[in-house]
């Protein structure tokens, strides 16, 4: 059973709009969020990350949000750029780090 | 320059053929993980250790074998037992919460 989960495969936005890319989790022990980027045939890179105890942190135009009664967190990027476009990847971790499987944003002009 | 390295890039073997993916890092970092990405799969967790001469199993270790004789080395081999062993494979480390990923090794067996 997934305990990362990110129910939306894709998502456009139009450039200099913000996006919003979403992950629900199931397991309560987890005590840090990721978010990574990836491009294809490449290593993710880490974006931002959110520790449990925490409901916000901010990075730039990175924004990630914990909402952990609903067991919900969402990365908000304003204002998305055309580089934006990817694979996003939340993951959550305990004594090891598990992903979800992904969100691909488009970026459109 | 600090950082994680795997080697190589692609990789081809035949069927039946056990085949080990190497992973070193000079990051000092004790834990290190191997993750397999399919399309539509995400990452999804082979094998983990989070201490040199230590490792756990992650959600899809069947047909995959580790070490971890050295704090800089965790390599993979992928054994003829694994069903579907074609994917991209993707080692990290990590010291705190962030893990940091390799350039991943695109495994082709024919």
């Known amino acids: 059973d997934q305990q990362v989960k990110q129910n939306s495969p894709s998502l456009s936005v139009q450039e200099g709009r913000i996006s919003i890319l979403n992950c629900d989790y199931t397991n309560s022990m987890f005590d840090y969020f990721l978010w990574y980027k990836k491009y294809p045939a490449e290593g993710p890179t880490f974006l931002i990350s959110i520790s449990s105890i925490k409901d916000k942190n901010e990075d730039g135009r990175f924004t990630v949000f914990l909402n952990k009664s609903a067991k919900h967190l969402s990365l908000h990027i304003v204002p998305s750029q055309p580089g934006d476009s990817a694979v996003y990847f939340c993951a959550a971790r305990d004594d090891k780090i598990i992903f979800g499987k992904g969100t691909r944003l488009h970026i459109l002009p | 320059d600090g950082g994680i390295t795997q080697s190589p890039k692609y990789l081809f073997r035949k069927e039946g053929q056990n085949v080990t993916l190497s992973c070193e890092q000079n990051?000092?970092?004790?834990?290190m993980y191997w993750y397999r990405q399919d399309p539509g799969q995400g990452l999804r967790l082979i094998y983990y250790s989070q201490i040199v001469n230590d490792f756990q199993k992650g959600d899809i270790a069947e047909g995959y074998s580790v070490s971890r004789e050295k704090k800089e080395s965790f390599p993979l081999t992928v054994t003829s037992a694994q069903k579907n062993p074609t994917a991209f494979y993707l080692c990290?480390?990590?010291?705190?919460?962030?893990?940091?990923f390799g350039q991943g090794t695109r495994l082709t067996v024919v």
């Open positions: 990051l000092n970092h004790d834990a």
């Open positions: 990290a480390s990590s010291e705190g919460a962030e893990a940091f």
